[in-house]
């Protein structure tokens, strides 16, 4: 008699979830703690490598339409330049870094936050960046508790930073995080067990496109310049994708006040003028994440 097996990969997941819910808390939170903070990594090498990439992408396709026009000067980049390849650097001396330097957090403070070749100061963003990823493993993890949903809620919290960092260094948001955001949010809420029902999942994407689009053109025929960038757009459409479109309201509210008050704390401490664009995406981002983990308590407060 041939033994009962089910080779469905739906069959292992759970296998290994229920494992993995098995174990004693603190191993929990100890490695949702550690993967977060692998993950941080290689968020870094995405923030850092995936601007530089479209560009040369887009150089290429201006290149390919049109052959004979004047080159721009770009910056010196390897041949083969992707998320994996070259090895990480130091930017300053090229030192490659090597697998100890590569430690998340612990070697930049063993290194005391500079190259080991050529004592240039590394930018704290690296560690801090890895330090949130972590945190938000485990806020996800304590959130949902050892379920799938703490792992979609930390993949689209991985993403928003992503995102967010991105927009703050360059004031775009790539389609290829926003997109996919999207449509992972309605697979998620395909089925039972997601954080919105389908109808409203769709109804978010939607309105959270919509919203934004029409603010855009508001802004523009009243004066006359463009407010905001379509990349905002389909990241509220990707946060309504996840969260329902009953979040909306809460997630631009959190935006628009914390983006003004950013704004205008910037601007009275001189690191900014008052009509310089602010990117809009971080706000976003942290609007969507901050919903995610606390629902929507701003309801209740307004009646």
Same mark, same amino acid.
């Given at each position: 008699?041939?033994?009962?097996?089910?080779?469905?990969?739906?069959?292992?997941?759970?296998?290994?979830?229920?494992? !993995?819910?098995?174990?004693?808390?603190? =191993?929990?939170?100890?490695?949702?703690?550690?993967?977060?903070?692998?993950?941080?990594? !290689?968020?870094?090498?995405?923030?850092?490598?995936?601007?530089?990439?479209? &560009?040369?992408?887009?150089?290429?396709?201006?290149?390919?339409?049109?052959? %004979?026009?004047?080159?721009?000067?770009?910056?010196?980049?390897? &041949?083969?330049?992707?998320?994996?390849?070259?090895?990480?650097?130091?930017?300053?001396?090229?030192? =490659?870094?090597?697998?100890?330097?590569?430690?998340?957090?612990?070697?930049?403070?063993?290194?005391?936050?500079?190259?080991?070749?050529?004592?240039?100061? =590394?930018?704290?963003?690296?560690?801090?960046? &890895?330090?949130?990823?972590?945190?938000?493993?485990?806020?996800?993890?304590?959130?949902?508790?050892? %379920? #799938? $949903?703490?792992?979609?809620?930390?993949?689209?919290? $991985?993403?928003? /930073?992503?995102?967010?960092?991105?927009?703050?260094?360059?004031?775009?948001?790539? %389609?290829?995080?926003?997109?996919?955001?999207?449509?992972?949010?309605?697979?998620?809420? !395909?089925?039972?067990?997601?954080? $919105?029902?389908?109808?409203?999942?769709?109804?978010?994407?939607?309105?959270?496109?919509?919203?934004? #689009?029409? @603010?855009? #053109?508001?802004?523009?025929?009243?004066?006359?310049?463009?407010?905001?960038?379509?990349? %905002?757009?389909?990241? /509220?459409?990707?946060?309504?994708?996840?969260?329902? #479109?009953?979040? /909306?309201?809460? @997630?631009?509210?959190?935006?628009?006040?914390?983006?003004?008050? !950013?704004?205008?704390?910037?601007?009275?401490?001189?690191?900014?003028? *008052?009509?310089?664009?602010?990117? *809009?995406?971080?706000?976003? $981002?942290?609007?969507?994440?901050?919903?995610?983990?606390?629902?929507?308590?701003?309801?209740?407060? *307004?009646?």
């Amino acid at each position: 008699m041939q033994p009962s097996f089910d080779p469905s990969a739906a069959h292992f997941a759970s296998r290994y979830l229920a494992a !993995f819910a098995a174990l004693p808390v603190d =191993v929990q939170y100890g490695f949702a703690v550690v993967f977060g903070l692998v993950i941080g990594s !290689f968020l870094t090498v995405v923030v850092h490598r995936l601007p530089i990439m479209l &560009e040369r992408a887009w150089r290429s396709e201006v290149e390919a339409a049109m052959p %004979d026009a004047p080159k721009p000067a770009a910056a010196p980049c390897p &041949e083969r330049f992707n998320l994996a390849v070259p090895r990480s650097a130091c930017p300053h001396c090229g030192h =490659v870094l090597r697998a100890w330097e590569n430690i998340p957090v612990i070697s930049y403070l063993a290194l005391r936050g500079r190259c080991s070749a050529c004592g240039a100061r =590394v930018s704290p963003r690296y560690p801090l960046t &890895e330090l949130a990823t972590g945190a938000l493993a485990a806020l996800s993890l304590y959130a949902y508790g050892p %379920d #799938w $949903a703490a792992l979609a809620a930390f993949g689209l919290c $991985a993403t928003l /930073l992503a995102a967010a960092l991105i927009d703050h260094d360059t004031r775009y948001l790539p %389609d290829v995080l926003t997109l996919p955001l999207l449509w992972a949010g309605l697979i998620v809420n !395909f089925g039972e067990g997601g954080f $919105a029902t389908l109808h409203d999942a769709v109804t978010g994407a939607i309105a959270g496109y919509l919203f934004l #689009w029409c @603010v855009y #053109w508001l802004f523009r025929l009243a004066r006359g310049v463009e407010g905001m960038g379509y990349g %905002d757009f389909k990241l /509220l459409a990707a946060i309504g994708a996840w969260l329902g #479109w009953a979040a /909306l309201a809460q @997630v631009v509210l959190i935006a628009a006040v914390s983006g003004a008050a !950013f704004g205008i704390a910037a601007t009275w401490r001189k690191r900014m003028r *008052f009509e310089e664009p602010l990117p *809009f995406g971080p706000f976003l $981002a942290a609007g969507g994440a901050i919903t995610l983990f606390v629902g929507t308590p701003l309801y209740a407060l *307004f009646g």
